[in-house]
């Protein structure tokens, strides 16, 4: 569990202000907003990015697992080359490859590959390290609408009983799969649903 209370942040004006929640293990949660409204900084005081904050973040969260707009694949190395060099489990990333349908394309460099396929690829680097925590910055918004739900299907599939899953994004993809969506509203949070 993952508890935030009377969270703030500001820059040149507030961009989180007053924020409490509580997010437990074995959930997905999406926190869904217009761009500029908070979303990245809230995900970066959560996952231990931004320190400078008032309020207080407690609980434990374990080994964290990022995924962002971009994949951040290494140009010049082949796609198992990028997943070993951060988590050299050959056995285990040959068998995530399969599931998530990339053997194919182990040998190939990421410049390659297609938006979709990048993505995909940076979902096994990161169950790569078995994190606890899986914070998502955007996953989709670099890819179109078939990559976009197949990718979101993906994180989904990333779902386990000691896994907590928060997911930023103005998009629609995710929302059948969330356990509660967090509405943010230029820093203050104005809706949390289903």
């Given at each position: 569990?993952?508890?935030?209370?009377?969270?703030?942040?500001?820059?040149?004006?507030?961009?989180?202000?007053?924020?409490?929640?509580?997010?437990?293990?074995?959930?997905?949660?999406?926190?869904?907003?217009?761009?500029?409204?908070?979303?990245?900084?809230?995900?970066?005081?959560?996952?231990?990015?931004?320190?400078?904050?008032?309020?207080?973040?407690?609980?434990?969260?374990?080994?964290?697992?990022?995924?962002?707009?971009?994949?951040?694949?290494?140009?010049?190395?082949?796609?198992?080359e990028n997943?070993?060099?951060?988590?050299?489990?050959?056995?285990?990333?040959?068998?995530?490859?399969?599931?998530?349908?990339v053997t194919?394309?182990?040998?190939?460099?990421?410049?390659?590959?297609?938006?979709?396929?990048?993505?995909?690829?940076?979902?096994?680097?990161?169950?790569?390290?078995?994190?606890?925590?899986?914070?998502?910055?955007?996953?989709?918004?670099?890819?179109?609408?078939?990559?976009s739900a197949?990718?979101?299907?993906?994180?989904?599939?990333?779902?386990?009983?000691?896994?907590?899953?928060?997911?930023?994004?103005?998009?629609?993809?995710?929302?059948?799969?969330?356990?509660?969506?967090?509405?943010?509203?230029?820093?203050?949070?104005?809706?949390?649903?289903?």
């Open positions: 569990m993952i508890t935030l209370k009377h969270v703030c942040k500001s820059f040149e004006r507030p961009v989180l202000d007053d924020v409490n929640l509580q997010l437990a293990q074995g959930q997905l949660y999406l926190i869904k907003g217009v761009s500029g409204c908070g979303k990245t900084t809230l995900l970066n005081i959560i996952g231990g990015l931004d320190k400078h904050f008032s309020g207080e973040l407690s609980g434990e969260t374990g080994n964290i697992g990022y995924l962002f707009q971009q994949s951040l694949l290494l140009s010049g190395l082949s796609v198992l997943l070993t060099f951060l988590h050299n489990n050959k056995s285990l990333i040959l068998k995530l490859a399969e599931e998530f349908a194919q394309l182990l040998d190939k460099l990421p410049e390659q590959l297609s938006g979709g396929e990048r993505q995909r690829v940076a979902i096994i680097r990161c169950l790569a390290g078995n994190p606890s925590l899986v914070i998502a910055d955007e996953p989709t918004a670099s890819l179109d609408a078939r990559n197949k990718v979101a299907a993906n994180i989904n599939a990333m779902k386990a009983p000691q896994r907590l899953i928060i997911i930023a994004t103005h998009e629609k993809y995710f929302d059948e799969y969330a356990d509660e969506i967090i509405w943010l509203d230029y820093g203050k949070i104005k809706v949390v649903g289903h």
